[in-house]
């Protein structure tokens, strides 16, 4: 699948949003990637799962990993491509961890994914919980880098979609400063 072809996806989902957006990582953007869009309809999702899967085909993946939301369709759907298991790391007091009776033996081959990039924040989160199995990191795929391949992990990285969209620390945002209107996805509208 060709960037091309990933970015006609996730416009085709209306996953391409538009406006002033407070992101996770706190940065402001005049775009955003709707994670949720392209997840709910599995025509689009899927080919995207089956990339990431096929990307890392040669890696001797041995657990996919992902941290919830959004992460757990992705992690179960690419680690099904695999023929391999997936696990979900979920915040427990303020730190991403496995939870309900999971486990991640040391020395297991893991690959993280995650949906949307932006910092990494996430995607190194769940790096801290295979290093903290003493599993070993195999790689880490996303279906929308929108840092432009501007963060590095150190291992194998691999983008469905790599776009470059810019984001604004609060205090320097161009949107904040016209008075446009910010929305926080997952929220009921404007925040402010």
């Known amino acids: 699948m060709t960037n091309e072809e990933a970015l006609a996806l996730f416009e085709r989902a209306g996953a391409l949003l538009n ?8 940065l402001h953007s005049g775009q955003y990637l709707e994670k949720f869009r392209l997840m709910q309809d599995p ?7 089956a990339e990431l899967a096929r990307r890392f085909s040669r890696d ?9 939301t959004a992460g757990i369709i992705l992690a179960y759907n690419v ?18 961890t496995l939870r309900r009776g999971q486990t991640l033996p040391a020395g297991t081959r893991t690959l993280v994914v995650d949906d949307i990039l932006t910092t990494g924040g996430a ?5 801290e919980v295979v290093c903290g199995h003493d599993a070993v990191l ?16 150190g ?22 400063a016209q008075g446009v209107p910010l929305y926080q996805p997952g929220t009921k509208g404007i925040i402010r």
């Open 19 to 26: 406006g002033h957006f407070r992101l996770s990582s706190g």
């Open 43 to 49: 025509r689009l999702a899927e080919p995207m799962c």
């Open 60 to 68: 001797n993946i041995e657990v996919v990993l992902g941290p919830t």
């Open 79 to 96: 680690a099904r491509h695999l023929g391999v298991e997936a696990r979900y790391a979920e915040r427990e007091e303020g730190a991403m």
């Open 123 to 127: 995607v190194r989160e769940c790096v």
């Open 138 to 153: 195999a790689g880490v795929g996303v279906l929308g880098d929108r840092s432009g391949g501007a963060v590095d992990f």
């Open 155 to 176: 291992t194998h990285f691999e983008a469905v979609l790599t776009v470059s969209i810019e984001s604004f620390p609060p205090e320097s945002c161009p949107l904040c």
